[in-house]
């Protein structure tokens, strides 16, 4: 699947989301034959319209969450951010740069999921005979919580049952999103911070060294951070650094 059809699902997958908030309110709306005055001009038809609207706009602005709670982004991000500052460039690569490499990283990891939203629930959704939106959702809805199930530890899991005040899930269909969904960044943050830890000990070597070789030659008023940045830049480069790290990292999802 290229790019731009993962990227078309996931859109896809968000407009059911908001479809079927939208039809849940029309249906909780008044019928158009019990005129609603508000400001005594708006009609119920008018008041419905304008309810869906606000409700579309309001899913929107909630995508770019669902797509950091949701997806492998939360631990690419992390890692790469990890990676920066262990080499010692609190703004290098931008902010900018490592958020779209995170986005193009995710979009691979997510693929497979992706393509199964888009056959399982947007393709039958679009058809000529489409399914309910409600089928739509829950088609779509069961590929992402098949993937935040697989990377979430069950200690998570449990902490979060715990502190939302409900039963102990029997199967993986008794585990509701709300208790999912955090139980997963707490994993995603925890597979992160491993990584990065990994990825910080190597340079933290190097700072040592140069440290320790200044000092020996009493150079104590030069900041090890001047000698130790352009030696983690120069090793980085000769290991191809960056293609280690992201293929390690893409290697970490099962």
């Not at 079927?20 to 400001?39: D, E, H, K």
């Not at 779509?140 to 449990?158: H, N, S, W, Y």
């Not at 969904?181 to 990825?199: C, K, Y």
Request: with cysteine.
């Amino acid at each position: 699947m290229t790019r731009a059809s993962g990227v078309r699902s996931l859109a896809l997958a968000a407009g059911l989301a908001t479809m079927a908030a939208a039809s849940v309110a029309a249906t909780a709306t008044p019928s158009a034959t019990s005129p609603i005055q508000l400001g005594g001009a708006l009609s119920a038809a008018e008041t419905s319209s304008a309810l869906r609207v606000f409700l579309a706009l309001t899913a929107l602005s909630l995508i770019p969450a669902a797509l950091i709670c949701m997806t492998s982004f939360v631990r690419i991000v992390v890692v790469l951010s990890m990676l920066r500052h262990a080499v010692g460039l609190t703004e290098t690569p931008p902010n900018m740069v490592i958020v779209s490499l995170a986005l193009f990283l995710t979009l691979f990891s997510m693929s497979p999921v992706l393509e199964r939203i888009n056959n399982d629930a947007v393709q039958p959704f679009l058809a000529a005979k489409p399914i309910a939106v409600k089928d739509a959702v829950e088609r779509g809805k069961a590929p992402i919580k098949e993937f935040m199930v697989r990377q979430t530890r069950e200690p998570d899991l449990m902490l979060m049952v715990e502190l939302s005040g409900a039963k102990t899930p029997a199967s993986v269909d008794d585990i509701e999103m709300v208790q999912l969904v955090p139980a997963f960044m707490m994993s995603e943050l925890r597979a992160a911070f491993q990584i990065g830890f990994v990825i910080y000990l190597p340079f933290l070597l190097i700072d040592i060294v140069v440290a320790s070789v200044l000092m020996s030659l009493g150079m104590m008023m030069v900041p090890p951070a001047t000698i130790a940045i352009p030696l983690k830049i120069l090793l980085f480069v000769l290991i191809d650094g960056w293609n280690i790290v992201v293929r390690a990292l893409m290697g970490t999802f099962h």
